[in-house]
Structure formats: C-alpha cells, structure tokens
C-alpha cells in the first residue's frame, strides 16, 4: 500500500514522548514490511537523522493549532497530488482538515493518544456569538481532534477506555465504532540492557515528563512515609515541574534519597531500569502508557494507577500493583510490599515479561495493515500500492 502518515512533532524532537515513539515506530514497521510510507511532520526538520526507512515531508512548527492544521493540510494535498496514496493514517489534532484535501477513493484512518482529553466546548454560534468565539480560540486543539476523528472513514484507538472516553465527551457520536490495536513494543526492550548503568541500584524507578499528568509529587509524598524510609528514588525526565519537584523533595525531607537523573536515551533507561527494584508510574491520567510495557518487558515488578488503560494493560496482583490515583497511603504501602517481599516481585515480573510478549511489533504490525485495508476498503479504495 502507499501509506501517508500524518503525525505531531517527529521522535527526534525535544518534546517527542511515547506517543510519538510509537508513531514513529508504525512508520518503520510498515516500511521494512514493504509498503510504500511517507510521513508528515510538524518541526523538528533541522534535526532528522539519517537512514530513515521512510520518506518524509516537514511543515514548519506553530504554536497555533489551527495554523498547524492548515499546513498539515496543504502538504497532504500537495503529495497527494504527486504520489498518490491509498490510505491516510493521522494520529494528532494536526490532522483536522485532512479529508477536505483527500481525492476519491483514498481512506482516512484516525487514532487518538491522548490520555485526558478535555471536554468539547458547547458553542452557540447564534445565541451566544462572541462568547462561543472565546471558546474556539482556546479550544481548538480539542475542536480539530473531533474534527479529524468525526471524518475518518475508519477510527482505532489504544484502549477501550480511550474510545469510551471520546464518546462521553462528544468528540465522536455515541454508536461510534472503533478497532482496538494495542501500542507495541521494541525487540531492544526484550533483550538485556548494552552495558550496566554505573549506578548504584536504587528502590524505586519513574521515567516521564515532569509534570501534573505523571504524578511525580504523589510518589515523593509517598517515600516520605514511616514505610519507605530509607528507600531510594531515580527519576529520569524533564519537564516544567522539574525545579518544583526538586523543592518538594527538599522540603518532605527525601532530598538525598532522590536523584533526578534528567531525560536520557533508551539504552540508558533500560540499563536504570534493570538497576531498579520496582517501576513506580503514579499518574493522575494515561492512556496505555509505553513506559509500564516497557517495565514488563524488562520483568520489572511495576506499582501504576488504575486510570485509563492501563487496568487493561495489566491486571491487579497478577501483572503489577494498582493503587488509586492521588492515594499516597496506597502507594506507599505497595512500594513497600513490593521491596519486601522479593518472592512477589519475581512473581509479578514473570507474568508481566508473558503479557508484554502480546505487545511485540511482530504481533502488532499486522493489525494496524489489517486496519488499514479496511479503511481503504471503506473509502471505496483498492487497498494495493
């Protein structure tokens, strides 16, 4: 099939995290499975490394979604005309005005990552004018997500909480139907780390963006507790709360037990990983977090939130230990059952490394071409190259 790709910001850009991970790696895969793949990006251009298995079509960043759409949009069409392709497969708010600019014939499949998508705003154009206009402005990320899932010919998500979700918040009418395909893994998460860490081992691991969504402040909270004294914690990330999570960790008093280790390539976070008791992920919002398949793949024992899918993911005493977002005494005392009790920990570590094995690209890949024949089957399409 040829394949355009329309994502956000590429994997090589500074703000890339595991949604872009995973687009990036849909577009290698498909590629070395022979199909003809172009992706679209937003920034990040200067950057581009070498070898790509893809071609690629670059539009210039803007922090106004609307602007980014529109741009999206013109070099969608502009390859469209040159090349040709039989399926369109956009997993960001960038993708809004895509099947404006589609020819006949070409599918539109759309994913959303998200893991708390906002509620869409009410507008009355009529009745309230000026007032829905305010509203459009600072909403237009959620109104060009709605926007590109209501004109797919064929939509899929992560989880089934994900697609739940949209439905209750109106971005797709309530009888909407969606394909399930899991987020993969890497072969590299499956295989024992290049080289050690270097580090001494610590207790307690998290990787993730700094900030409200990850949840880092309840875990200082919860290492501050009678039961983890003396405990250790790496964090490895950055992000806008950085310095205020430092402060906290000065402040509760957990300061010297806790090393913000800053962001960090994949082979080095597996190696800390692997230097680490237990994966910690105690976030207040996820979708079907990359990081906790990650940890399973490792055989890392893993305490996470029951938010989003990740109850999906994993189930509770079986692959891991789920705690209530926002819950410190929770948490706490997961961690510390779990950094007690070694006999649980290999316990939950085999059983996690079994689920993740369900996660393989090699099992996953073939689900997304599944889809995507589908949607270009919808779209009155030949579904070949």
Same mark, same amino acid.
Not at 2 to 26: E, S, Y
Not at 90 to 116: C, I, N, Q, Y
Not at 267 to 279: K, N, P, Q
């Given at each position: ?204 691991? *998290? !990787?993730?963006?700094? +900030? ?6 309840? =875990?200082? $909270?919860? %290492?501050?507790? #009678?039961? @983890? ?92 230990? *789920? !705690?209530?977002?926002? +819950? ?6 997961? =961690?510390? $059952?779990? %950094?007690?009790? #070694?006999? @649980? ?41």
């Amino acid at each position: 099939m040829r394949i355009l790709l329309v994502h956000n910001v590429p994997i090589w850009h500074p703000h890339a995290g595991g949604g872009q991970r995973i687009n990036h790696d849909i577009g290698v895969g498909l590629a070395r499975l022979g199909h003809d793949v172009t992706v679209i990006h937003v920034g990040g251009g200067e950057n581009e490394p070498s070898g790509l298995p893809f071609s690629t079509i670059t539009v210039s960043y803007s922090g106004r979604p609307l602007v980014a759409a529109a741009r999206v949009a013109r070099a969608a069409r502009r390859h469209l005309r040159a090349a040709g392709a039989d399926v369109v497969y956009a997993s960001a708010k960038e993708g809004g005005f895509l099947r404006r600019v589609l020819p006949p014939g070409v599918g539109l499949m759309a994913t959303h990552h998200h893991p708390d998508p906002p509620p869409l705003p009410r507008l009355d154009w009529f009745g309230s004018p000026v007032r829905s206009v305010r509203l459009a402005r600072r909403s237009q990320s959620a109104l060009l997500d709605a926007a590109l899932l209501r004109s797919a010919h064929h939509l899929t998500t992560v989880s089934v909480w994900s697609a739940d979700r949209l439905k209750k918040l109106g971005y797709v009418p309530p009888d909407q139907r969606f394909a399930t395909v899991r987020n993969g893994l890497r072969e590299e998460w499956f295989a024992p780390p290049p080289d050690p860490s270097g580090n001494d081992a610590t207790d307690l691991f *998290l !990787v993730g963006r700094l +900030d409200r969504q990850k949840g880092v402040d309840v =875990l200082l $909270r919860a %290492l501050a507790r #009678p039961e @983890l004294h003396g405990r250790t914690l790496r964090v490895v990330g950055d992000g806008p709360d950085r310095a205020v999570l430092e402060g906290l960790a000065r402040d509760l008093g957990v300061g010297d037990r806790t090393i913000f280790e800053g962001g960090a390539d994949n082979d080095r976070v597996r190696a800390l990983i692997r230097d680490s008791h237990v994966v910690a992920l105690p976030s207040r919002s996820e979708n079907y977090p990359l990081v906790v398949l990650e940890a399973l793949a490792a055989s890392m024992p893993v305490v996470a939130t029951t938010v989003g899918g990740i109850p999906e993911m994993v189930k509770n005493e079986r692959h891991a230990l *789920l !705690v209530p977002p926002d +819950d410190v005494t929770a948490l706490a005392a997961a =961690l510390a $059952r779990l %950094l007690s009790d #070694p006999v @649980l920990r290999r316990r939950l570590g085999a059983a996690g490394r079994e689920r993740a094995e369900e996660h393989r690209w090699a099992r996953i890949l073939p689900r997304v071409e599944e889809e995507l024949l589908v949607t270009a089957e919808l779209a009155g399409g030949q579904g070949v190259g």
